[in-house]
């Protein structure tokens, strides 16, 4: 299962997320799917990533937890309760005592667990996801045409970009902030895309890279 945790999100991505309307949150998500045969699969991942400031989980901090659930029939549910803190936690912890004792007894596992148990874990390179990139880049012309040529070249479609000059704010002398979010694509195409930016002499770092979710 894909997991990274939060120690690459910097004061630069909380300050991109507000100014795009966004905030950051680590989120596990989990969906179910198909591949190429038809057979049943599940993508599961963890990862800090950004989502609107209208979406239920952005609300979400503190002590408390929230799983947000996408049903095709029920629609968008939430719940929503403390998850820190001595009694949240010891309570969880010994539900799951509980289950797994019960489970144990019975020979089997839960009801809960058994229509998921054996579906294919999908790789994390099939996902669908967005990126929101950050990049230093030399400030000279024919740098946005080169870097959009990259994310072309992996069939990676550009939704917004935000570009800083030598004289704006976001200048720094011979150098300029390049900031790019993309539209929907593979996992695969989208670390392929950042790899390629990585070697690009015009590209002087890759800033930082976090997944957009929740927002069309």
Do not use: W
């Amino acid at each position: 299962m894909h997991r990274e945790g939060i120690t690459e999100v910097t004061a630069a991505d909380v300050a991109s997320a507000k100014a795009m309307g966004c905030t950051i949150k680590l989120l596990c998500i989990a969906a179910r799917g198909a591949d190429a045969a038809g057979r049943g699969t599940v993508s599961v991942r963890v990862h800090p990533a950004m989502i609107p400031l209208s979406h239920p989980l952005a609300s979400v901090g503190d002590a408390f937890n929230a799983v947000f659930v996408e049903a095709e029939a029920a629609g968008q549910l939430m719940f929503y309760g403390r998850g820190a803190g001595g009694a949240p936690t010891a309570s969880a912890v010994l539900g799951d005592v509980v289950a797994v004792a019960r489970n144990r007894l019975a020979g089997a596992r839960a009801a809960s667990e058994s229509a998921y148990a054996d579906l294919a874990v999908r790789p994390m390179g099939e996902a669908l996801t967005r990126y929101h990139i950050s990049l230093d880049v030399a400030d000279r012309p024919g740098v946005l045409a080169a870097v959009a040529g990259v994310f072309a070249r992996h069939d990676v479609s550009i939704a917004t970009v935000r570009q800083g000059s030598a004289e704006g704010p976001a200048g720094r002398g011979e150098d300029a902030d390049l900031v790019i979010v993309t539209h929907v694509a593979p996992d695969a195409a989208l670390a392929a895309t950042v790899r390629e930016l990585r070697g690009l002499d015009i590209v002087r770092s890759v800033a930082s890279v976090l997944r957009v979710e929740g927002g069309g």
